[in-house]
């Protein structure tokens, strides 16, 4: 398993399911798209609309397009 990164800050934060471990299922809270206070996802910078994300449970890396504002 990975490490934290070590930038990873928990003022900064995002609420995107993991493909690494799914912990997110099966939960009432994520299921009803409110934020919630055990799956959350750090935040590790963006660019764009491009998110760079760290799980805290499995520490699986990832890059997410949010879908958020208009495309370069």
Request: charged fraction near 20%; glycine fraction near 10%.
């Amino acid at each position: 398993m990975l490490p934290i990164d070590p930038s990873a800050d928990l003022g900064r934060r995002a609420w995107v399911p993991c493909p690494g471990c799914a912990d997110h299922q099966d939960c009432g809270t994520c299921d009803a798209g409110r934020t919630c206070a055990e799956h959350w996802r750090y935040l590790l910078s963006n660019k764009g609309r491009t998110l760079h994300l760290q799980c805290p449970n499995c520490a699986h890396l990832w890059s997410h397009d949010s879908g958020f504002g208009a495309t370069a």
